[in-house]
């Protein structure tokens, strides 16, 4: 495997490009090649993060960024990988070869507020997965493949997770989406870094790669003892991440408000119609899908959605409530995981039960109701391997750190319902708390 071109490009150090923070990314002229393809140039226009600028301003970073960050630990792993004599009797130096391909491409599929739209799982929106397929098998992606790289899109997409059938395939597909993977690894640092926030980087990257060996069945990663520490640094770094920065109360007003005018917008259009509008969404860059929004949903009520995004001044709705699993089990239960369309109505029920019960005009579009998603979070399930033993034990059961935190209750204990108003409604409905959860316990509105 130390044969291959990006491996040595990593230890020549004479091509390379640099992205935060002072690190160095081995190129090559196949991954040059790719780099300048118009599929991965768009990544430069699509934000990591989306929303999340909206409350920490330098989380500013793209897709195209984060990409070579994962690329750049492929090549690492590979070279560390190599070693293991277990990993390199079970992985070909051709499979390596396209796992350092893989990384590079993994989010190239990725469109503007991909996840945020995702989550809501509309009929037309079909997973970037597959978007991420259609340009592998364009001609020109096709043929950077089989000249560069000598391989076809369907080893790729496999080692992506798609169809992986053979063990060195899953094991090769653990490694970029896992419980321990290069993925979570450079976003986790990469997003704290921009956010401004030290929480994804309180872990020891470096020493958490080169404790990585096979678990006993091999079809995944383990973790040798010596970098147990660092992996729950990871784990914690991980739970704090989303406590303190993706599921921010604020973000999440601003993740709200970007699915309900997404949702609006589309609400009058056919389904042949949402598919074409969808198409052309996911097809984009971030500033143009902000203007195609502007286009359909300009003149409508729902539009101080939009501007209070992406208009001159922000204007993020309010949190009135939230509801935990733990304080509010039955409100948290009976919103969680709801379908979008269904959550939706709850909430314009509510509005309009609401505004009876104060008196007072609510629109539809001012009221909006946030909840966990349907897909969960990869759970934190992995081996720790005892080398002095030669024994295997699960994570959980020698750390109680991953025990508390990224087991199953990961999801439940950092996500929760919110209840969000525009902020001219925020003071009186907060003053009427204890009213707005007793008619979200009422039978009659879910």
């Known amino acids: 495997m130390h044969t291959l071109p990006e491996i040595a490009a990593l230890d020549a ?128 992606f096709l043929q950077c493949l089989r000249e560069d790289w000598h391989c076809e899109a369907e080893e790729v997409l496999a080692v992506l997770g798609k169809n992986s059938r053979k063990p060195a395939e899953r094991l090769l597909a653990s490694m970029i989406s896992g419980p321990v993977d290069i993925d979570k690894m450079d976003y986790l640092y990469r997003d704290s870094l921009h956010a401004g926030v030290p929480y994804g980087r309180n872990f020891d990257q470096e020493r958490l790669l080169s404790a990585l060996c096979l678990n006993a069945a091999g079809d995944g990663l383990a973790i040798s003892s010596k ?73 409508e009520k729902a539009f101080p959605l939009w501007t209070g995004l992406f208009g001159p001044r922000r204007m993020l709705y309010k949190q009135v409530a939230q509801f935990s699993v733990f304080e509010h089990p039955e409100i948290y ?16 029920r509510f509005s309009e039960k609401l505004a009876n019960h104060l008196n007072h005009r609510i629109d539809p579009h001012e009221i909006i109701l946030d909840a966990p998603p349907a897909e969960r979070e990869i759970e934190f399930i992995v081996d720790i391997y005892d080398a002095k033993s030669r024994t295997y034990a699960p994570f959980g059961e020698v750390s109680p750190v991953v025990r508390a935190l ?7 204990t950092v996500k929760r319902v919110r209840l969000f108003c525009h902020p001219r409604l925020a003071a009186m409905l907060r003053d009427a708390e204890e009213d707005c959860r007793r008619l979200l316990q009422s039978e009659h509105v879910a």
């Open 13 to 140: 150090r004479h091509s390379i490009i640099r992205i935060p923070s002072e690190l160095d990314v081995p190129l090559t002229p196949r991954i040059r090649r790719i780099l300048d393809t118009p599929e991965f140039q768009r990544l430069k226009r699509i934000s990591q993060l989306g929303l999340v600028a909206q409350v920490y301003p330098g989380a500013m970073h793209t897709r195209f960024e984060h990409s070579l960050g994962v690329y750049r630990l492929a090549v690492l792993l590979m070279k560390r990988m190599s070693h293991d004599s277990r990993f390199a009797g079970m992985v070909s130096e051709r499979q390596a070869e396209v796992f350092i391909l893989a990384a590079l491409l993994h989010d190239l599929g990725h469109y503007p507020f991909c996840h945020p739209v995702e989550d809501m799982r509309l009929p037309e929106v079909v997973p970037h997965e597959e978007a991420l397929e259609r340009y592998l098998r364009n001609s020109e």
């Open 227 to 299: 970098g147990k520490t660092a992996a729950e640094m990871m784990v914690f770094a991980r739970y704090v991440m989303f406590s303190e920065v993706y599921w921010h109360h604020a973000v999440r007003s601003a993740t709200a408000m970007f699915q309900r005018l997404y949702f609006e917008t589309r609400r009058c259009m056919s389904d042949a119609e949402a598919a074409e509008f969808h198409q052309k969404f996911s097809e984009t860059t971030d500033a143009r899908a902000i203007s195609l929004l502007r286009k359909h949903l300009r003149g």
């Open 333 to 348: 239960r009976r919103f969680t995981r709801r379908r979008y369309v269904d959550l939706v109505a709850e909430a314009v």
């Open 406 to 412: 990224a087991m199953q209750q990961f999801d439940d």
